[in-house]
Each structure stands twice: as C-alpha cells, then as structure tokens.
C-alpha cells in the first residue's frame, strides 16, 4: 500500500514531534501519572486533537487514514499520550460531529475539534461491559429536562474532560431501543469525577469514574433521538475500533524499532545478539505481523473514509492490531532478557501498554463475536 504524498507529511510531521516532545515526556510521565498537560497544548497547537475534523468546525482537515497514521507515530513513543488523543477524537468529537444539530455543532463542535477542550465518552459501568447493552444509568423525562443517575467507570479524560456523550436508559421496558444518548457538560450540578483509576499501563492518561445524582440537563441535549443511544455507540466504536487499532500498531512499532537497536548493539558470546538465530526469528515474526496489521488498519480507515460497510474491517483492525501488540511487546522483553524486565528500557513500558488494546473498545473475544456475525449475516 503505498501512501499519498499528503500522507508522508503527515507522517513525517507527526512522527518529528512525536520524538522531540511525546517520547521525552513519556517515562516521567508513565512513572508519576502526572497528565502531561504541557504535550496536549502542543498537539492543540498543531490541530492534532481534531485531524479528521472538517477546519470549519476547528479541526485539522485530514481524513480517516491521516488520522490513523497521526494515532500510530503517537502512540510509537507513548501510548498514554495515544489513548488520549484517540479518545478525544473518536469517541468524544465524533459523535457530535456526525450525529448533533445544527445548534449542538455551534455549541459543542469548535471548542472540541479544535482541542480547546477535551472530550469524553462514557458507555461502560460496573455492569455493562461487554454487555454495553446492560447500561443501568437512567434518564428521567421531567418537563423539559432529563434527570440523569448513575456510574460510568473506566472513561478516559473523565476528571479532565469539559464535553461528554453518555448513555442512559430512557424507557427501560424497550431493551437496547430504549438508550439515549446525551450531551453533558463539566461543571453541570449532580455531575462530578469519581475515583481516579491506578492502572498497570497507559499511566500518563487519566482514567475515572462518572458520578451522576440527580443530574438535570436540557432535554435539547439529547444526541441523536430518544432511543438511538445504542445505535449511534456501535457506530462510534466502529470508527474508535480503528484508532485503537492504530495504537497498538503503534505500541508493536515501537517495541520492534527498540529491539533491532538492542539486538545490533547487545553483545554476548562475543558478538551482537542480532546475529543469533532466535533472536532474528523473533525479529522477523514481529515485524511480518506489524505490517500485516498495518495493512488491516490502513484498509479500514480507507473503508471509513469511503463510507463502506465498516464494522468487519474495523474489528478485523482492532483484533489484529492489538494482538499483535501484545505479542510484539512480550518478545521485545524477550529479547532484551533481564534488561526488558527493568524500568530503565522503554520495552517494559510497552508491555504494560499494550495489554489495554486488547480489553478497551471491546474485548478481543468480543471482535471474534462481531467479524463472525458479520460473516453469517444474510
């Protein structure tokens, strides 16, 4: 597949200040959990918290695929910096952008696209995973306003956010037609943050829990109409599916690049490690399935933007990829030996990350579930 040449810059772009700024902050920030604020400005700076997004709207102007590239350099050298910015995107812009009104645009759109505020996404509970259709958080008609109770866990940039898109349910007797999707802003009474996650990887991004008592938000805040809720989050996890894809490719190219720098520069019986059979097999297994996942991230972002039928490609992507990561990491550490145990080389840290690709988003048994269902349809 060969890339555009509007591609290459984008890669190239990102890619530069993913090395200058990302990958200097990104063991400190791994170490104390600190959000690194100062790296979020400057990808606003750069429109990379809205590349998909139409300028008019304050975003970067960039398709599905330029998009995903951006999500892959990125995520190369720090994965916490990756999940923040594909989080915000695919599951907090994105959905306002292709299902809000006219009015909600206005209001929402430009301060979120343009990166000016961050935006979140809150569908899972204590229990509705998987099962996302078992979302208990409910939305009560009063007049003119909904009255929202509930908890939402797990939601990335939740303590940090300004804009969220949550589901309630809004008639409990109609299953998943009975989910709504809602508009909630920071700051509105009987909405807060609850506890902050402490979490094995992906530590410089913020994770935590949605409180909402006796929440009163407009009724115009609904996205989408009453009872699409459901509907309008498989289609956001769809294209967030993707961007997750697009991370734990990167988290795999990573770990690939640190080892064959490791393998040249490693020595023992006398010579590099890298002019060892096992050591080589390791390399050349890590780096066959990385492009493999390349090529099935790249497919289904070209699918996206072409408005092709998305939901197998993008699983497909999504399983993949992330496996992939997992794999990569563990025989980066391999090859690395006692060093890839420390916290001194970058491929411990890329273990810990890349487990996350493999849970968020839906599980990789839950991928399996939806690409054969798509296989049996009809």
């Known amino acids: 597949m060969e890339l555009s040449e509007e591609h290459k810059l984008i890669r190239e772009m ?73 989080a915000h995107i695919s599951l907090g812009v994105y959905p306002i952008f292709e299902h809000g009104t006219d009015e909600q645009k206005r209001k929402y759109l430009k301060d979120i696209a343009s990166g000016k505020k961050l935006a979140a996404f809150g569908l899972t509970e204590p229990n509705a995973g998987s099962d996302a259709g078992g979302t208990q958080t ?10 929202i109770n509930g908890t939402k866990i797990f939601i990335t940039s939740g303590s940090l956010a300004e804009t969220f898109v ?26 807060k943050p609850g506890k902050k996650e402490d979490k094995m990887g992906i530590r410089g991004s913020d994770t935590s829990e949605l409180i909402f008592e006796d929440c009163r938000i407009p009724a115009e805040n609904i996205l989408g109409r009453e009872g699409e809720g459901f509907v309008i989050f498989l289609h956001t996890l769809d294209g967030g599916r993707i961007s997750i894809g697009a991370m734990g490719l990167g988290i795999a190219q990573g770990a690939l690049d640190a080892s064959i720098t490791y393998a040249k520069e490693r020595k023992q019986f006398g010579r590099p490690i890298g002019k060892f059979g096992a050591v080589q097999s390791m390399l050349a297994d890590m780096a066959t399935e990385i492009e493999a996942a390349r090529l099935l991230v790249y497919d289904a972002s ?62 990789s048994e839950i991928q399996k579930l939806v690409i054969a269902r798509e296989l049996l349809r009809g």
């Open 166 to 191: 949550i589901t309630a349910v809004t008639n409990k007797d109609a299953g998943v037609k009975g989910i709504t999707a809602f508009i909630v802003e920071k700051g509105t009474p009987g909405f």
């Open 14 to 86: 990102v890619r530069k200040f993913a090395l200058n700024e990302v990958k200097p902050r990104a063991k400190e920030i791994d170490q104390t959990g600190e959000f690194p604020w100062d790296t979020i400005e400057k990808m606003r700076e750069l429109n990379l918290l809205g590349m998909p997004f139409p300028e008019e709207w304050g975003g970067g102007g960039t398709d599905t695929l330029g998009y995903t590239i951006g999500v892959e350099e990125i995520s190369r050298v720090c994965a916490a910096t990756g999940i923040t910015m594909a």
């Open 138 to 147: 409910t939305a009560v008609r009063d007049g003119d306003h909904y009255v």
């Open 302 to 363: 070209i699918a996206k933007d072409r408005g092709e039928r998305l939901i197998k490609r993008a699983a497909m992507a999504k399983l993949y990829a992330t496996e992939v990561a997992v794999r990569a990491t563990r025989m980066a550490v391999q090859i690395h030996g006692g060093y890839g145990y420390m916290k001194d080389y970058e491929v411990e840290r890329f273990f810990r990350d890349a487990k996350v690709t493999v849970i968020g988003e839906g599980t």
